[in-house]
């Protein structure tokens, strides 16, 4: 379907030749390109020619030798030189001007030709980025370009010129409003199969979608009426190798007009401004691996062209045409246009499966929620609970759910013998792991000898005594029509005294039964199973306070560790009240955010019982849900939380101080951190300075308490922190007493903190805790200290 290898310099010398060697090829460095155009590559900013492909004449009328060293005006014409230079120096991304339109002169006879730019940036490391535009950054270092080297493609443009952007347009406006009003998955991709092959005019066109291994099937297809049918066929990942991959993220759509071309190499054969192969990940003219052309010929298509689909910056899959009549070149206008439907495509498919999760999400939510409040009843036993309606196959679809809890067994689905349930629950408890699961449970332990259609997948939550939830889902039978085998990918050929590598010459379809397979849990799934586990665990202990093993397992899971970045240290501490029930309201949590900030979260809600523990449960799960992949401020977080709490009809109170701890480079360079916060009726925090001064952060005002009002206006904070300064968040235990108030206890907090700011984090949490409280606590304190060290954390 796309870039496959050839063996090469980069083997080393007796190295047999196989599939993993070719993943190795450098393809986006071959040193030539497709006949279709010519290259040059011109320094900048004296626009002098650096290196040319050898074929230059076919278009320019001059000899590539002739043209090295001579400026572009004097290769292409000064009119054309001029409007190329124009193009290059205006600001933004170049790919938004291309193509330059240009009419060059060959030997008196007017040339249209399209001119395709991109840009090369070199360091002074000796290093080649390829920039579609201006110099970029890498890794999220600046860059420092020692100079730059402008590529320029010249196509030759048939027909009539300009293209006609008003019928472009106009195929691709209504192809958008089709796939805005198309009603599924399906439908979306059938619209851009055939769009895009209206538009191209290839003789098919196929959507080609990969799966978590990137092995590729064809769920789309628009086509001649005498081709037979590439639709369903499965095609193995090796088709698409590792680094082909990686370029169709970067360059969304590539060409080859001939697959019989022979490559025109590029003069000379290193960039003489660095001293290497010119990197043409960006260009359109890139020559392919023979291998891909050979495998194509297998397939008897003379010319092809793939555009990428995305998902963020991952690929998706593929738009693939195939053309068998002849070569087969659409203009640069219509690959653009077609490359816009891709683009279309991507967000649409993005978009619907985010909605889609949302949905979904939402219900599990919403069951969850249920089951954590119905679990508050004592009276009824908590299996029977968790079985009914809604239950646990509301929360993770599968074959057959079986729980053990409190010496109560019971299942729902499927019903699995309670021999076979207690052998995979000793089984999950062997793996050492809260959430443990597979989906080919008769691979992956043999020894249990369970039959495939009972358990192929199981997803298990080992709880403490010997209890345990079970999902199981049965084998999934089921057969998957290959391109040709899979298993006979390539095969190697003798030419002479050496051998290379060619690709099958089969596509006939392939099929294969799979067996010993269920149904994949999601990670969506695990994430909730997990939070399930955490729930059940907040439910046990209340329902079995005498049992302390199960009291400090719950106190684990519901309080767990923070992150150990190398800037950051933690201390967090917990402290039960001097009474039976060992949880009440008030906790902890700390995690960091997809974008590098650090999410600090101080609660407690009201009440001092398990329906206070309870609900301190479900507003854990529900904050750290609505924060961790949001884009939302910490007042926004308590808004959203707030509200949800009104949806779910949470009857309770809480106060919750959520803060962020966020550092740009330029903050990283001057030492310093913002502490950015929102507080809901909670305490103010406290913060040591490098030097020892002590600052209580109570000048910015509390808002209100959660579960009052769900329109209350929320307000963020932001302060500048030295690294070095040492961050303290508190719950009322740990300053309030009845003989004092809030007031004498904050000052007192200061004052003991100011002693032994100095002190490691950890030894300073405990300090603090054994002077505030030199007697058992008559309320329950949750604490988080953080150290933001100036640099990486010391030995």
């Known amino acids: 379907m796309t870039d496959q290898l050839q063996a090469g310099p980069w083997l080393a010398p007796g190295e047999p030749v196989d599939l993993t060697n070719c993943e190795r090829e450098p393809i986006h460095v071959p040193g030539s390109i497709q006949p279709r155009g010519v290259l040059l590559a011109v320094s900048e900013p004296d626009m002098v020619v650096r290196q040319v492909s050898r074929n230059l004449a076919d278009v320019v009328g001059m000899a590539w030798d002739d043209a090295l060293g001579r400026p572009l005006a004097d290769v292409v014409g000064l009119v054309p030189a001029e409007a190329i230079a124009r193009s290059a120096s205006a600001f933004g991304d170049l790919r938004e001007r291309n193509p330059v339109e240009l009419v060059l002169d060959c030997d008196g006879t007017p040339c249209p030709v399209d001119a395709i730019l991109h840009r090369s940036v070199h360091t002074p490391d000796g290093r080649t980025l390829p920039a579609t535009g201006a110099a970029l950054p890498v890794s999220g270092q600046p860059v420092t370009p020692s100079a730059s080297t402008l590529v320029i493609e010249l196509e030759p443009a048939y027909g009539p010129r300009p293209f006609s952007f008003p019928n472009t347009y106009q195929a691709v406006r209504g192809t958008i409003a089709d796939l805005n009003r198309a009603g599924s998955l399906q439908a979306l991709y059938d619209i851009t199969a055939e769009a895009v092959r209206a538009l191209t005019g290839f003789d098919r066109v196929m959507v080609y979608r990969y799966d978590a291994d990137y092995n590729g099937e064809v769920v789309a297809e628009a086509k001649l009426p005498e081709l037979n049918s590439f639709l369903g066929l499965h095609y193995p990942a090796s088709d698409v190798p590792a680094q082909a991959r990686a370029l169709y993220e970067k360059n969304w759509i590539r060409l080859i007009s001939d697959v019989s071309y022979t490559p025109s190499p590029l003069e000379p054969v290193d960039l003489p401004a660095t001293g290497q192969p010119l990197d043409l990940t960006y260009s359109t003219l890139r020559s392919v691996s023979p291998i891909h052309c050979e495998y194509l010929q297998n397939m008897g298509v003379r010319a092809s062209m793939s555009i990428s689909l995305l998902r963020g910056d991952r690929l998706w899959g593929l738009i693939a045409c195939h053309h068998y009549s002849g070569t087969h070149a659409p203009p640069y206008a219509t690959r653009a246009a077609a490359e816009f439907l891709g683009s279309t495509l991507s967000l649409r498919l993005v978009d619907r499966a985010e909605d889609e999760e949302h949905r979904r999400a939402l219900r599990v939510r919403s069951t969850m929620a249920w089951l954590t409040a119905a679990a508050l009843d004592e009276e009824r036993p908590l299996s029977e609970t968790l079985l009914g309606r809604p239950g646990l196959l509301d929360v993770v679809p599968a074959s057959s759910v079986v729980v053990s809890l409190q010496g109560h067994t019971g299942g729902a689905g499927v019903p699995l013998a309670s021999e076979l349930a207690a052998a995979l629950a000793r089984w999950a408890a062997r793996q050492a792991d809260d959430v443990v699961s597979t989906d080919r449970l008769p691979l992956v332990a043999p020894e249990l000898d369970v039959p495939a259609e009972l358990a192929c997948g199981v997803l298990a939550l080992p709880l403490p005594e010997g209890q345990y939830v079970i999902w199981t889902r049965s084998e999934q039978v089921h057969s998957v029509d290959w391109g040709g085998d899979p298993h006979n990918k390539a095969i190697a050929e003798r030419e002479g005294d050496s051998i290379r590598l060619s690709p099958r010459k089969s596509f006939d379809r392939w099929r294969e039964t799979v067996r010993n397979r269920a149904e994949a849990w999601t990670p969506a799934e695990l994430a909730e199973a997990g939070e399930l586990r955490n729930n059940l665990l907040e439910a046990l202990y209340a329902r079995s306070r005498r049992v302390a093993r199960t009291a400090l397992t719950l106190q684990r899971s519901l309080l767990s560790e923070p992150p150990d970045p190398d800037h950051l ?178 000052d007192r907090l200061r004052e003991e903190f100011g002693r032994i700011w100095e002190t490691p984090v950890g030894e300073l949490a405990d300090q603090l805790l054994a002077r505030m409280l030199p007697d058992r606590a008559e309320d329950d304190v949750a604490l988080v200290a953080v150290r933001l060290h100036p640099q990486d954390r010391p030995a």
């Not at 925090?685 to 009052?708: H, K, N, S, T």
């Not at 690294?723 to 968040?729: A, E, K, N, P, Q």
């Open 569 to 746: 240290e933690f201390a967090v501490r917990y402290v039960p009240a001097a009474r039976e029930a060992q949880v009440g309201g008030d906790w902890y949590d700390v995690f960091q955010q997809p974008d590098g900030a650090t999410v600090l979260v101080i609660g407690d809600v009201v009440g001092h019982d398990t329906e206070a523990a309870a609900c301190m449960g479900q507003l854990r799960g529900l904050l750290r849900g609505i924060t961790y992949d949001s884009d939302d401020s910490p007042a926004g977080v308590l808004s959203r939380l707030d509200r949800a709490m009104s949806g779910l009809e949470l009857k309770t109170m809480a106060s919750v101080l959520v803060a962020r701890l966020e550092q740009t480079d330029d903050e990283l360079a001057r030492g310093v951190t913002r502490l950015r916060w929102a507080n809901a009726g909670h305490l103010p925090p406290v913060v040591a300075g490098p030097d020892g001064q002590i600052e209580v952060f109570d000048g910015a005002r509390a808002d209100m308490l959660l579960g009052v009002e769900p329109t209350a206006q929320r307000q963020d904070h932001v302060r500048t922190i030295p690294r070095g300064s040492t961050v303290l968040l508190y719950t009322d235990g740990l300053v309030e007493r009845r003989d004092q108030l809030f007031d004498a206890g904050v």
